[in-house]
């Protein structure tokens, strides 16, 4: 069974400072898929970032981007330049196939920007 | 573009009533659909998942069951509502297993 674990249920910085969210999860795939999802106050889930495994380089989208350390299991999401609107809740997930289609979410962490 | 449309957005039902979610999908075909459910302050869960018109895999034993009549509409629905089953109700599509999901704007159920 694939587990996914956040281990910072709130987070808060100022605006236009640099956060990283962390996660960890474990998978006995060699194939997998992750990905960091938004969810801000209005409760919809928000693609922010995707990441194959078998890809070494590290995905980028703007402001975000992911260090991915495989042989550690973990992915963390870093915002630069942190805005108002990236208040909200982060979800790591995973994809890694097998029997069972569908993501596995963690526990999320609650990101608060203070202006 | 691809769009997909969840309703109702709330719901107050009692407990022992009848449930149905309906979530329909729109500029696709065949896509993969899901059924998740968040508890408060937790993340999601999956319930359901389907990848063609009446294929239905259950990830977790419970009160709930779904159905997708077409290709591109997902049914959840409960003979008899629980207490238990109050929470927000996600659904999601995607076009294959390892591409990105995308999810619906919610069904905030409450069970009295």
């Known amino acids: 069974a694939q587990t996914v674990t956040q281990s910072q249920p709130e987070m808060s910085v100022q605006e236009a400072e640099t956060v990283t969210l962390s996660c960890t999860y474990d998978t006995s795939e060699n194939n997998y898929y992750l990905f960091w999802y938004k969810q801000p106050p209005s409760r919809q889930m928000i693609l922010v970032i995707r990441q194959e495994a078998y890809k070494q380089q590290n995905a980028t989208e703007n402001r975000f981007s992911v260090n991915f350390q495989k042989a550690a299991k973990s992915f963390s999401l870093k915002i630069s330049d942190s805005q108002l609107g990236d208040t909200a809740m982060y979800f790591c997930?995973?994809?890694?196939?097998?029997?069972?289609?569908?993501?596995?979410f963690g526990k999320g962490t609650h990101l608060i920007i203070q202006p | 573009s691809q769009t997909i449309h969840q309703w109702p957005a709330t719901l107050v039902q009692p407990v022992g009533s009848p449930l149905s979610l309906e979530c329909t999908v729109e500029?696709?075909?065949?896509?993969?659909l899901y059924w998740y459910r968040q508890a408060a302050g937790r993340g999601l869960q999956l319930l359901f998942y389907s990848v063609g018109i009446g294929q239905i895999s259950s990830e977790v034993p419970q009160n709930l069951s779904a159905s997708r009549p077409q290709d591109r509409q997902f049914i959840l629905s409960s003979k008899k509502l629980l207490l238990s089953d109050s929470g927000f109700y996600l659904c999601?599509?995607?076009?294959?297993?390892?591409?990105?999901?995308?999810f619906g704007d919610g069904t905030r159920l409450s069970i009295l």
């Open positions: 500029g696709t075909s065949n896509p993969n």
């Open positions: 997930a995973s994809y890694s196939g097998g029997g069972a289609d569908g993501l596995t």
């Open positions: 999601a599509w995607s076009s294959d297993r390892y591409q990105p999901q995308h």
